[in-house]
């Protein structure tokens, strides 16, 4: 699919400019401010788009659209969270799983997740990983969970009061495990290599 939009005003990190964009598929071909002169391809679409601001779709790095605590479950889901993140103008989120049944091993929420993901989702979307216990078993699978398209893995310091006491993982940052992969601590910000285009885990929308 072919297409160009044109008559916006284009707002990027290094200004706000008149240009028409061309794009063909899931890739911009073209910036430039007289491309709706030239002739087109049979079959290009035409967005016209004066009076509006155009502008690269928002990235949200921390969600929590399927989130499930114990008996409780968020009412979004993927399928709706996405759609009321697409009309807010977020075309990526990066979910970040809950706890999964006890002694479960490091794969199975993120590949659980990407289970319930699968074609219910209107952006784009990527997975961290998360620690619910810690022990040599749990370590020597990093580099697997790595490969798998997952190399941030979320972690739960101790805590003095609360349900973490019970449910967090304790580790050293500086320990091997830091060389394998991006530790995301609590609720800090991930790695921004886990969103990039060649994360395996980010996932197209749906049709």
Not at 4 to 33: K, M, P, Q
Not at 75 to 95: H, N, P, Q, R
Request: with cysteine.
């Amino acid at each position: 699919m072919r297409m160009l939009i044109t008559g916006g005003l284009v707002a990027r990190a290094d200004g706000v400019f008149n240009t028409d964009i061309l794009i063909e598929g899931d890739r911009i071909l073209e910036l430039g401010e007289r491309l709706h002169e030239a002739q087109q391809p049979e079959g290009t679409e035409i967005v016209d788009v004066s009076g509006c601001v155009v502008m690269p779709g928002g990235v949200d790095a921390h969600t929590h659209v399927n989130l499930t605590v114990g008996d409780a479950h968020v009412s979004d889901g993927f399928e709706a969270g996405t759609l009321a993140a697409a009309w807010g103008g977020t075309t990526t989120i990066v979910e970040h799983p809950g706890f999964g049944p006890q002694g479960c091993d490091l794969p199975h929420q993120p590949t659980a997740y990407l289970e319930q993901a699968d074609g219910r989702c209107h952006t784009d979307y990527a997975l961290h990983g998360v620690f619910q216990h810690v022990d040599d078993a749990v370590l020597a699978r990093i580099p697997e969970v790595v490969a798998q398209g997952f190399p941030t893995l979320k972690a739960y310091p101790p805590m003095t009061a609360g349900w973490m006491t019970k449910g967090c993982c304790r580790f050293s940052p500086r320990s091997g495990m830091r060389a394998a992969c991006s530790p995301s601590i609590a609720k800090t910000t991930p790695s921004p290599v886990f969103w990039g285009t060649n994360c395996a885990a980010k996932r197209r929308a749906i049709p």
